[in-house]
């Protein structure tokens, strides 16, 4: 490895460290069945619930950006619209209960990616510096990195934001004095890590889960003069930067 160019490598959090969206899609679960429920005389089908919470939900972090108030709002606004759309009386009991069952999301358990202790160890090992850049309130947040102890990886160059974009992320470009030509942002979201990315002209890894929040699926705009790779394991990334400092050496020393 120490044949290895020194680079600068700022991950994602949620759903790339460590699983997120599934606890979300868990809680939707569960509200589309007590939604079901309550409307079953209505006829209420389950796709049209997710469907519409969706909608809700995008929009609302469009808004508000990653606030832990707006999941649990968006179950009860979901709630609402059915209840006007059908007639049906609201309940302030039944509202109280969602809004339980929305907050209950941020008090799950964290679980790391398969291989991510090793990916980092290997990074860190290799002569990298790590960053973390991760979306939402520092509060809840934290307990993540606490619970993780990816302090160890990324001591004190840790990154809250309540909106992830590119001027969020050239703020740390800047401020820290990042060379473009030699920082990576690695990470699952088109719409919050990769777009911002290749705006800024960083080299890129997306890491492409199979199941993704409708968030987070736009079309890339071009913009980056830097390499760009799509991988489905965070155990891949190290290979990817490598392989690419490498391959950019050989063009260097060869021209």
């Known amino acids: 490895m120490k044949d290895i ?5 700022i991950f994602d959090m949620d759903d790339t ?12 679960d569960e509200f589309i069945s007590l939604l079901s429920g309550w409307f ?14 969706m909608e ?12 832990s108030e707006h999941f649990p709002r968006s179950l009860v606004e979901t709630y609402r619209h ?46 990298h510096t790590l960053y973390l850049y991760t979306g939402g309130e520092n509060a809840i947040q934290q307990r993540k990195i606490d619970q993780m102890k990816l302090t160890s990886y990324f001591d004190s160059r840790v990154f809250i934001r309540q909106h992830k974009n590119v001027t969020a992320l050239e ?10 030509q030699d920082t ?24 492409k889960h199979e199941l993704e929040w409708a968030y987070d699926i736009i079309q890339l705009q071009a913009g980056s003069e830097q390499s760009f ?8 990334v190290p290979d990817v930067i490598h392989q690419s400092l490498r391959i950019h050496e050989k063009k260097r020393t060869s021209g």
């Open 40 to 53: 079953a005389d209505e006829g209420l089908q389950m796709q049209d619930i997710r469907q519409k919470q």
């Open 56 to 67: 809700i939900d995008v929009a609302g972090v469009h808004q508000v950006g990653f606030a």
């Open 17 to 28: 460290l460590i699983y997120c969206n599934k606890y979300f899609n868990l809680i939707l």
């Open 184 to 207: 990576w942002m690695i990470g699952n979201s088109l719409r919050s890590d990769v777009q911002p990315a290749l705006q800024a002209s960083l080299n890129t890894i997306y890491i």
């Open 229 to 236: 790779h799509t991988v489905s394991k965070l155990t891949e």
């Open 5 to 9: 160019r020194h680079q600068h490598l």
């Open 171 to 180: 703020e740390i470009i800047t401020s820290h004095l990042l060379p473009r």
């Open 82 to 127: 059915f209840s006007e759309l059908y007639n049906r009386p609201t309940s302030e009991p039944e509202e109280h209960q969602l809004r339980i069952l929305g907050s209950s999301v941020y008090e799950k358990e964290v679980e790391a990616y398969p291989g991510m202790v090793e990916t980092l160890e290997m990074l860190q090992q290799a002569g």
